[in-house]
């Protein structure tokens, strides 16, 4: 479903990513986890032909990003940080996504599911942060594509609207869909993840199963494998 090779990105003399390769094959959830600033948005931008690399090569949906923009209407993208306007309102934030995309939409659905009927005539810098990304998961989850980029799902969501994220996440899963997620909330990250991929330095440090990474690491809990696979002197005393 994606496939990333000798992939470099700097900014400036920042070398975010120093020829990151990695295969997400279709279906199933991967996690792409890593330290602040460890290149994990950059990595999904990339991806997406928001940021252009310095070289390598990126294949989503078997073609290869360069060419052409069209692979991009495969993908829903959920940012870590969206941007509209504030004196926008959400139905009309909502209705204008549906125009540009012109795809059938399951937006209704997702409005009842995540309890925001009553905010669809508010406006966008009304609304508090967690509304907010409740909206943005509308706009991410309301088209049927292949392969879903979640940066940070879960930012500002209550414990309901996490419980219903994590099932719309699994259901996703279950029609065959390749989610990929970045996360700083563990518990999270075990609940849905069928793999691991962690960003260290600028390149991919491990990539495998939640099982795996305990294992070569003899963490208890994905919080504390990832922790000593951040200390390299505990990787290899494990
Ligand atoms: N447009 C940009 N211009 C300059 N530097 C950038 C830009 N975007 C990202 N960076 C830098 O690239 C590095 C990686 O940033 P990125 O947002 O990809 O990290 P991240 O792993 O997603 O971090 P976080 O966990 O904090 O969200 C950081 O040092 C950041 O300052």
């Not at 989503?60 to 069209?70: V, Y």
């Not at 508010?122 to 989850?141: H, P, R, W």
């Not at 899963?173 to 991929?197: R, W, Y």
Request: include cysteine; proline fraction near 5%.
């Amino acid at each position: 479903m994606i496939q990333i090779n000798e992939l470099h990105k700097k900014f400036g003399k920042n070398e975010v990513l120093g020829g990151v390769d990695l295969e997400i094959p279709q279906g199933g959830i991967s996690a792409v986890l890593g330290p602040n600033g460890s290149g994990k948005t950059t990595l999904i931008k990339c991806i997406l032909g928001m940021v252009i690399p310095n070289s390598g090569s990126i294949e989503a949906c078997g073609q290869p990003t360069k060419k052409d923009w069209k692979y991009r209407q495969q993908i829903n993208y959920l940012p870590q940080i969206a941007n509209f306007p504030s004196n926008l309102k959400v139905a009309e934030l909502i209705s204008m996504i549906q125009d540009l995309r012109q795809k059938p939409s399951d937006a209704d659905r997702l409005i009842a599911l995540f309890e925001l009927k009553p905010f669809l005539d508010k406006k966008l810098g009304a609304l508090s942060g967690g509304t907010k990304q409740k909206v943005n998961i509308v706009l991410a989850f309301m088209f049927d594509s292949p392969l879903l980029m979640l940066d940070e799902p879960t930012t500002g969501l209550d414990p309901a609207a996490l419980i219903q994220l994590k099932k719309l996440i699994r259901s996703e899963k279950e029609k065959g869909k390749t989610i990929l997620i970045t996360s700083h909330i563990m518990s999270f990250v075990e609940e849905v993840a069928d793999e691991i991929v962690y960003l260290l330095e600028g390149n991919i440090h491990f990539k495998g199963s939640l099982e795996d990474l305990k294992s070569i690491t003899l963490g208890t809990s994905l919080e504390e494998a990832i922790t000593r696979l951040t200390t390299k002197e505990q990787l290899h005393d494990a």
